[in-house]
């Protein structure tokens, strides 16, 4: 089915956003993303939202779209904000949609060059994307994000309790089954074992205090990725999941990376 796009009206965010309702090649799917044009040029951001939220996320979830939204703006850039399935955290099935909407853009939109800037599960879906689709990818911003999604799973068996139940039984959901039932499903998505395919800047930054996903993963994929001059690695000490949206120094990272390109 051709993707029909129309004119998305919420309340009092910004003009000019259209929702892109597709059906998934994969399986007939129904799923639907929202886009706004960049002011000029051709770069866009790709905001992936959180395990819980929606496709819409960096316009109604309140501190995201304080910090982030109005400085996208102000750098002119696009914005693709993709449903994704819901909390998919970018199975196979998610990461071809996603190649499809990015295809999309560049077709609809003229789009060229993709910023991926997400935290949680957002910025797992970064990581995961980037190592399956590096020529998709041209900076990735991954704030708390999981980096084996393998170990996470058995982390999240470990601890029980809250969020951490969902989420497990979103990744079983999604990727239809836990890994010892279909591994194969798993293995081209653990970030740390495909690595070597990040090669555009990235941006990892985590809370030691983060109670949701550990340091531990972003600790993993600094370690696998020591010495690369591409890689900048933030950690705060303390804190909690939410503490890399402001103190990972994003925003000036962004800037001077985008200055470059």
Not at 23 to 45: I, K, T, Y
Not at 133 to 160: F, G, K, N, Q, R
Request: aromatic residues 8%.
């Amino acid at each position: 089915m051709k993707p029909t796009i129309e004119e998305w009206i919420h309340l009092d965010r910004p003009s000019g956003v259209a929702k892109i309702t597709y059906n998934s090649d994969q399986d007939g799917v129904e799923d639907w993303a929202l886009a706004r044009r960049p002011h000029d040029g051709q770069a866009w951001v790709v905001h992936l939202h959180g395990h819980g939220s929606t496709g819409d996320q960096i316009y109604t979830r309140a501190d995201i779209r304080d910090l982030l939204l109005s400085h996208y703006l102000q750098l002119g850039l696009g914005i693709l904000s993709p449903n994704l399935r819901g909390n998919a955290w970018m199975c196979p099935e998610a990461v071809a949609d996603l190649h499809f909407l990015l295809e999309f853009v560049r077709r609809q939109y003229g789009g060229r060059t993709f910023y991926f800037i997400s935290g949680s599960m957002g910025g797992s879906g970064n990581l995961i994307y980037a190592t399956v689709h590096p020529e998709d990818v041209s900076l990735v911003v991954a704030l708390c994000p999981v980096t084996d999604i393998v170990s996470y799973h058995e982390w999240c068996c470990v601890h029980p309790g809250g969020v951490r139940d969902k989420i497990r039984s979103a990744i079983v959901s999604a990727y239809g089954g836990g890994p010892d039932q279909v591994p194969e499903r798993y293995s081209g998505h653990i970030v740390t074992r495909h690595a070597d395919r990040l090669t555009m800047p990235l941006l990892l930054s985590h809370a030691t205090g983060d109670n949701i996903i550990p340091v531990e993963q972003s600790r993993k994929l600094k370690e696998r990725l020591a010495g690369a001059p591409n890689v900048t690695y933030v950690e705060i000490e303390g804190g909690n999941h939410d503490s890399p949206l402001h103190g990972s120094g994003m925003l000036k990272w962004l800037d001077e990376h985008v200055q470059r390109q």
